[in-house]
Nanobody, 126 residues
Framework: QVHVQETGGGSVQAGGSLRLSCVAS????????LNWYRQAPGKEREFVSG??????KYADSVKGRFTISRDSAKKTVNLEMKSLKPEDSAMYYC?????????????????????WGQGTLVTVST
């Protein structure tokens, strides 16, 4: 099955920067877009940045401060976060989402539409 792993979280002061990375593995033929979401304590998970076909999307709250990029194989995605604010503090999750329906069998099971990583914590202090 698809494995999604985030790295790069940490604690910074307001105005600082962090770089998150997400690596997906476990598939060969199907194509997945890797997207970033975040969830702050007591709040719902929200979209941060990701890909929609060939276009890049950002939440309004991070536009101009965050930059997403990916490698040519689309199995590694980075999120550069600058001018961080305390309200950016959250658990950041990477989601692998199948771009178009595809049937690939791994370990005897068909791959699913979406997979989530365990998350990486970002804390921004004042």
């Amino acid at each position: 099955q698809v494995h999604v792993q985030e790295t790069g979280g940490g604690s910074v002061q307001a105005g600082g920067s962090l770089r998150l990375s997400c690596v997906a593995s476990g598939y060969n033929f199907c194509e997945y877009d890797l997207n970033w979401y975040r969830q702050a304590p007591g709040k719902e998970r929200e979209f941060v940045s990701g890909f929609d076909g060939g276009s890049i999307k950002y939440a309004d709250s991070v536009k101009g401060r965050f930059t997403i990029s990916r490698d040519s194989a689309k199995k590694t995605v980075n999120l550069e976060m600058k001018s961080l604010k305390p309200e950016d503090s959250a658990m950041y999750y990477c989601q692998a989402h199948m771009t178009t329906w595809c049937r690939e069998i791994v370990d005897g099971k068909p791959l699913l539409l979406s997979y989530w990583g365990q998350g990486t914590l970002v804390t921004v202090s004042t």
